[in-house]
């Protein structure tokens, strides 16, 4: 298993609350900072929504282990075409790509609620967000 931090050039991932391109199981990274200690005023910026996964596990609140579906899939995230990574936890923030997280969710996205193309004949856009822990649910 891998832990990798890359340069913020080399970064490219979907953010957390965008659709992503692919169905299947997702990490989702959010109320994220720069520091540990960071004083936060606000929520903090979203990180990635990591996969599609085959799974995710956590172990004693230390770290959270992922398997990507597909190799090629890791590229964007961690730069090398692995499928199993460790993520680790510093006190209670998930630590990704040098940054931290107090806040991260696994969800299933369907194929129907991945990122939809662009289209010119509808004269609004459509939506390629999902934020759960911002809506209210009924």
Same mark, same amino acid.
């Given at each position: 298993?891998?832990?990798?931090? @890359?340069?913020?050039?080399?970064?490219?991932?979907? /953010?957390?609350?965008?659709?992503?391109?692919?169905?299947? +199981?997702?990490?989702?990274?959010?109320? =994220?900072?720069?520091?540990?200690?960071?004083?936060?005023?606000?929520?903090?910026?979203? =990180?990635?929504?990591?996969?599609?996964? @085959?799974?995710?596990?956590?172990?004693?609140? +230390?770290?959270?282990?992922? /398997?990507?579906?597909?190799?090629?899939?890791?590229? =964007?995230?961690?730069?090398? /075409?692995?499928?199993?990574?460790?993520?680790?936890?510093? =006190?209670?923030?998930?630590?990704?790509?040098?940054?931290?997280?107090?806040?991260?969710?696994?969800?299933?996205?369907?194929?129907?609620?991945?990122?939809?193309?662009?289209?010119?004949? @509808?004269?609004?856009?459509?939506?390629?967000?999902?934020?759960?822990? @911002?809506?209210? +649910?009924?």
């Amino acid at each position: 298993m891998l832990a990798i931090t @890359r340069p913020e050039s080399e970064r490219s991932w979907p /953010e957390y609350g965008s659709k992503p391109a692919k169905p299947g +199981l997702y990490l989702g990274l959010f109320h =994220g900072r720069h520091h540990p200690r960071e004083p936060m005023n606000d929520w903090g910026f979203d =990180g990635p929504t990591i996969g599609p996964l @085959r799974w995710c596990h956590t172990t004693y609140a +230390l770290d959270i282990k992922i /398997e990507f579906e597909e190799a090629a899939d890791a590229i =964007g995230y961690f730069g090398t /075409e692995e499928i199993q990574f460790e993520l680790k936890i510093d =006190g209670d923030l998930l630590v990704f790509d040098g940054m931290y997280f107090g806040d991260w969710t696994v969800y299933y996205v369907s194929p129907d609620d991945c990122e939809r193309l662009p289209d010119a004949f @509808r004269e609004t856009r459509r939506v390629n967000h999902l934020r759960a822990h @911002r809506k209210l +649910l009924l």
